[in-house]
């Protein structure tokens, strides 16, 4: 299109003089021949005259070849480089999304003529932790890195970027465990690591495999069967493979069953909020944590190890902890003296409606923030963004105190302690039930009490089961206890009140 353009601007100027050119050296010519013999120094004259005008006809011509050609040079360059932007990635040199897609269904054949392919997706791990952590330069030359990577183990195989940190590979043939050993060899290398600020820093992804035509043979099905793999990926640690399996189906359908339920479970106010008591020393009621239950009406209880994992899959962690948190604000009447302890997911702290929505439901709920402890896992903790550490700092200013939960199963550290606005701690279980014959526990349990009484921490001894969990973790330094051996989670009671505080109570709980 630029070189039509090109010529249609030139043409009018160029071609015009052109012809000017020749139509008046043609006409000199036929006049210097017609011309009487008499008249030779005009005839003379005439035909240099045409000379010049052919010459000068000859220097256009070779000057709008010359154009023409430099114009044609030019659409090629523009059209590589149109070419090269459209179906490559600039940073990654990866295919596009589009250009993989159009790989894959020429790839795959037809349902009377299957190809054998064999497609990987690949999730960099933790993207978003590296490029909070090491700035984004260091996340763009991470995701290079990985398609370097890859090119290495796959050298004869098309390589796409779908978005983000999501890339696809499509290596040809049906040889599976060559497959897998290529995958691992990305993997190997990946953990190596990219140099940032004289370290390397070592990097992970995960990766689902869908062969075709063995689980699809469809170029829309198969990338849904890999998504799969990946997932399974996701959900058993991250850093590995995974190979479709067709449970992987059933599975997937009983999940989104499962959600569905409860999802309805939430609307329906079908889920229950059960107290745990936590003790000082003296065996004494200190406070209590809010535990949520589902009582599903067919399948009776369903542990929330169960559900609450589908839940932070999705929005419904969101209107879980608001369901949670609202239905602690309207029980606390009947803890007057203690503060209700309840649990935040790490996916609800990775979104700013967190801190939005707590503060809601205490206005309409009329509840007072210093009343409530939020407790978030050892493992956020550790991979706790500025944002999130931002996030936790807000609430703290709202009022709410924060414990550390679950502390010695992550890799969190004693040096955390003293920058994590943080409460309390609660000292993972496992540690409390070898107190008693395991020196390693003794000194952990130890240590940490010391350092609480220094920064004036409140230490929670977790899962005590008997009397001597009790008493030895209680001679370790603890001053809280929580465990079966001291009081069960339990639904409170039925309790009677003015129909007046009743109705509103309902109106806000289903708000």
Known sequence: MSILSTVQRNGERFYSGVQALLISATAMVAIA???????????????????????????????????????????VRIEAERHRVTETDLMTTALTRGRFLDELSASIGTLSKPRRIMLLLVDLDHFKQLNDGFGHQFGDEALAHLVACARHCFPDCAIGRLGG???????????????????????????????????????????????APQHASSHKELPLLADLALYESKGAGRGRVTVFDPDMLSEKRQRRLLERELRAAVYLNELELHYQVITDTERNRAAVEGLVRWRHPVRGMISPGEFIPIAERSSLIDMIGEWVFRRACLDLHRFPDNRISINVSGEQLKRDGLVHMLDRVLQETDAQANRFILEITETVATAATPEIIARIVRLRELGFHIALDDFGTGHCGFNYIKTLPIDAIKIDRSYIHNLDDDRIAQVFVSALTQIARIQDLVIVAEGIETEEEFRLARSAGCNRFQGYYLGKPQPLPPFREAPGLTERRALALSA
């Open 33 to 75: 021949y017609f011309a009487p013999p008499e008249e030779s120094a005009f005839t003379t004259w005439l035909l240099l005259t045409c000379m010049v005008l052919s010459v000068a006809g000859l220097a256009l011509l070779t000057y709008l070849r010359r154009t023409v050609s430099q114009q044609l040079q030019d659409a």
């Open 165 to 211: 940190d999501e890339f696809a590979i499509l290596m040809y043939g049906n040889d599976l465990n060559r497959c897998r050993t290529r995958a691992q060899k990305l993997l190997a290398m990946l953990q190596d690591g990219r140099a940032c600020e004289g370290h390397q820093v070592p990097l992970s992804a995960s990766i689902g495999i869908a062969v």
